[in-house]
């Protein structure tokens, strides 16, 4: 079965209780054999939470540092954002339910590989 | 962050996708994700075009952009244009394929107009 | 004069961007009007204007990608839509007045009417951007459009009162009988015109079709500080001139050949001659920009190939379809008689309104390490770019606000 990477971004993400857990702001992915190889680009997860803007400008990430201004306002917005790995979560109607315990989600920057 | 990495929303959608020798195939207008891969869920392969753009717009928009393209088609089949990801050589700034113009399909549109109108002025 | 040819994109792009038909029109109603009270906000927008384009060379050069990839990237394509379609609205705009100024420098040599030269000038027009080589088109056109330094000339024959002008230039203040708004309304026509983003849109797809690479950021930025610096003196220059003749008779400059009087009191004929030939480029440089602008802007937003990523015609057709398109609309537009300055004043107007939308995104990829490596943003362009994002932000929240109040600056 295929989906597109567009079904996911911007769904709506509840924890299992039904609780808000922000949306689906983007995918990771991660390499895992050289390009050219069927299965070189696997979907490690998804990145949920609010403030989405700031994670697509990546003020999520390492890689933006400045300007100041941005990167006060916008890694506000994107400090909540929670890494769920594909594993943890299920896709029921228009919507992404996570069946890991909030406690046991971090944030993209946390991660290690 | 580590290199094998990749955002696909900001690090890989909407990024220009060229040949081997430069030319312009199109952007990287969605991924599609091959859930059932042995070993969990993988980018089987870029999708490009209109087709695949008027998917992301909402409403009439979507239902206009989608529509035209398919017109264009000869064959009657509305799926996207797609791009096995494993002609995929790097992704930077621009993703690049391995391989040159002459292996890829072009585009609907770009194809009809070659035919039907640029391609009968003289000197093109 | 290889090294003089290196900077020929920064001087075509900034001559097109600032002394275009309406800039040409809307310094010289400007210096006649308020003398040099507005002149502060030129040397802002050229700042402004050299900071950013130096963001999109340097952008261009290390990832070989233009404004216009870099703002569906960043926007998403929703956003980035809603630029395109501004943009597209505001190029065409401008490509019509423009094609309407070409045709008044012919008039003004010919003394036939613009309206039957529009034709003759929309296929000349064509045959440009389908055959000539872009080098060409940018060494011709940018430097015959330096005629224009007539006009520093004529300032300096006009021997005016430096010290005093200096001073009125720093001191600006509201002349009697003229409305705040009023004169807030064409602050902003000279603020938008210096940073119109038809100019980054052109500069960032120009230093792509030239294969910039990391060498090139050295001529990245000598295009930048000679070209924008060039096309500012001028532009100040023409404002000076009418603040120094046409202000004290009460002139109100509506028509580019009141534009030129000074010039004909301080240099005569030659000098004319000169400003004809330098206006011909200028307007004519600035339809090409704003026409390939227009096909940028479209093939960039949707991946089609563009430019030298297509050898022949025939392998950008939806390109070449576009410009063709395009260019016709501007025509009957233009056939229309609808009074060219009035146009660019409008679409100078409106860019300041969508300045936002395409330097936002330009700020945020310039400073991706990601994208950038060991080139991207320092501390010194990033505080000044923020100050100018601040600006940017504030000039498109009351621009409209302003024309309906001002009713167009009236």
Not at chain 1, 75 to 93: K, N, T
Not at chain 3, 38 to 45: E, P, Q, R, T
Not at chain 3, 195 to 202: A, D, L, Q, R, S
Not at chain 3, 252 to 275: D, F, R
């Amino acid at each position: 079965m295929t989906m597109r990477i567009t079904d996911l971004v911007g769904k709506p993400v509840v924890d299992a209780e039904g609780g808000s857990l922000g949306k689906v702001h983007d995918v990771r992915l991660v390499r895992q054999a050289p390009y050219g190889e069927s299965g070189a680009l696997r979907v490690d997860g998804i990145i949920a939470g609010k403030g989405g803007i700031a994670v697509r400008l990546g003020y999520a990430s390492a890689d933006l540092t400045g300007p100041w201004l941005l990167k006060v306002v916008l890694g506000r917005m994107s400090r909540h954002a929670l890494f769920v790995p594909w594993s943890a979560f299920s896709i029921e109607h228009d919507r992404l339910v996570v069946h890991a315990g909030r406690a046991s989600l971090r944030h993209p920057r946390e991660l290690t590989s | 962050m580590a290199d094998n990495v990749l955002y696909a929303g900001r690090q890989l959608l909407d990024r220009q996708i060229a040949t081997v020798e430069g030319r312009s195939v199109g952007k990287v207008d969605d991924l599609e994700i091959d859930v059932d891969h042995p070993g969990g869920p993988v980018v089987s392969a870029l999708l490009t075009g209109q087709i695949a753009l008027g998917a992301r717009f909402f409403g009439r928009m979507s239902v206009w952009v989608t529509s035209t393209a398919q017109r264009l088609r000869e064959t009657g089949d509305t799926s996207p244009r797609r791009i096995d990801v494993r002609l995929v050589s790097s992704v930077a700034a621009t993703v690049t394929l391995r391989v040159p113009h002459g292996d890829l399909e072009p585009a609907d549109l770009e194809r009809w107009l070659a035919e039907h109108f640029i391609g009968r002025i003289p000197g093109a | 004069m290889k090294k003089l040819l290196q900077v020929a994109l920064g001087v075509l792009t900034a001559i097109g961007g600032f002394v275009d038909i309406g800039d040409f029109v809307t310094s010289s109603v400007v210096g006649a009007r308020f003398g040099m009270g507005l002149a502060w906000v030129l040397v802002v927008g050229t700042v402004g204007i050299i900071v950013y384009a130096e963001m999109c060379g340097r952008v261009a050069a290390l990832t070989k990608r233009a404004v216009f990839d870099v703002v569906r990237e960043r926007l998403g394509v929703r956003f980035a839509l809603v630029n395109l379609s501004a943009s597209y609205f505001i190029n065409l705009l401008t490509l019509t007045a423009e094609l309407a100024g070409v045709a008044i420098a012919i008039q003004l040599a010919t003394s036939v009417n613009y309206l039957l030269w529009i034709p003759l000038v929309g296929l000349v027009l064509w045959l440009v951007v389908w055959k000539l080589p872009f080098e060409v088109m940018e060494n011709s056109f940018g430097l015959l459009g330096l005629a224009l330094l007539v006009f520093v000339i004529s300032l300096w024959k006009l021997g005016p009162d430096w010290s005093a002008m200096l001073d009125h230039a720093v001191h600006p203040a509201v002349p009697s009988g003229e409305g705040r708004p009023t004169w807030w309304y064409y602050g902003i026509a000279l603020f938008g015109s210096a940073m119109t983003p038809y100019e980054v849109f052109f500069f960032s797809s120009g230093a792509v079709e030239e294969r910039w690479g990391r060498q090139d950021l050295m001529t990245n930025r000598l295009n930048v500080f000679i070209g924008f610096p060039l096309g500012a003196v001028i532009s100040l220059s023409i404002m000076a001139c009418s603040a120094l003749v046409l202000g004290p008779l009460h002139v109100q400059v509506s028509h580019v050949s009141q534009v030129g009087l000074p010039v004909a009191l301080a240099v005569g004929k030659l000098g004319i001659a000169a400003m004809l030939v330098g206006f011909f480029a200028a307007t004519f440089g600035a339809s090409l920009e704003t026409l390939l602008s227009a096909g940028y802007v479209f093939a960039q937003y949707f991946g089609w190939p563009w430019g030298k990523a297509a050898p022949r015609p025939r392998e950008a057709s939806r390109f070449q379809t576009l410009l063709l398109l395009t260019l016709f609309a501007a025509m009957a537009l233009a056939l229309t008689t609808l009074d060219p300055v009035k146009v660019t004043e409008y679409s100078v107007v409106l860019s300041a309104a969508a300045l936002p939308l395409t330097y936002f995104p330009i700020l945020v990829i310039a400073n991706d390490r990601g994208y950038m490596g060991d080139q991207a943003n320092g501390w010194f362009s990033n505080t000044i770019a923020t100050v100018y994002l601040i600006i940017i932000g504030v000039v498109a929240l009351v621009t409209l606000p302003l024309m309906l109040a001002t009713k167009a600056g009236m």
